[in-house]
């Protein structure tokens, strides 16, 4: 429930009591009057005569409704410009108290998002300690290769060496992800991009925003 919103309507209601009683009473009238108009005998001259008298009596209540009415959007407008700083006022503040109730949810997504981050950057670490392992290996075996370049091994459309092809085939950069580990991609997940990755301009922002949530 909005605070002060109850109390509000309350006062407010209170100048147009009068006025909505009147309005009220008027249409109940009307609507009794309406029911007595005799619709099956109108033919006849005592029916008219009855009918007439009764409309006669509706059209003055109409007539008054009408006034009543107008009296109540006159007294909107005269309070209208207070009425409406008063609501406004009440559901800024309203909106103020709200908004701070949602962080420690926000900073779980921060932190989750971080958690995830982190673990990506573990498999990026154990990628690069793979292919360090496979570019040690093939330093190692080269005494064992070929030196001539090989017309079946192509490389940048030229024929090239065992050594050269082997270090080209396990040497990819890790820069987009890890070249020999499965890893969950942003895209599997159907996330456009931020997930993984976060400037340091970002990073401030977010570190920033971490504290701000965490107070």
Do not use: W
């Not at 701070?100 to 950057?121: D, F, H, S």
């Not at 290769?145 to 050594?163: H, R, S």
């Not at 270090?167 to 895209?187: A, R």
Request: aromatic letters at 6%.
């Amino acid at each position: 429930m909005i605070k002060g919103a109850k109390e509000y309507i309350a006062a407010a209601q209170k100048k147009f009591e009068g006025i909505q009683a009147d309005i009220a009473e008027l249409e109940k009238n009307i609507a009794g009057l309406e029911s007595k108009i005799d619709t099956e005998n109108e033919f006849k001259i005592d029916t008219i005569k009855k009918n007439k008298a009764i409309q006669s009596e509706i059209n003055m209540y109409k007539s008054a409704l009408d006034k009543a009415c107008k009296k109540r959007d006159e007294i909107r407008r005269e309070n209208g410009k207070t009425a409406y700083r008063e609501v406004t006022a009440i559901i800024n503040e309203f909106k103020r108290e709200q908004r701070p109730t949602a962080n420690k949810k926000n900073l779980a997504i921060i932190q989750k998002v971080e958690e995830i981050r982190q673990l990506r950057a573990e498999i990026q670490e154990q990628d690069r300690t793979i292919q360090k392992e496979i570019s040690d290996f093939i330093d190692q075996a080269q005494q064992f290769l070929d030196p001539e370049p090989k017309p079946e091994l192509i490389l940048y459309g030229q024929p090239t060496k065992q050594y050269d092809h082997l270090h080209h085939s396990n040497n990819f950069s890790s820069l987009t992800g890890p070249t020999f580990l499965n890893e969950v991609t942003e895209y599997s997940l159907g996330i456009k991009g931020g997930l993984y990755e976060v400037t340091p301009s970002v990073q401030s922002k977010l570190d920033e925003l971490k504290e701000n949530l965490a107070k």
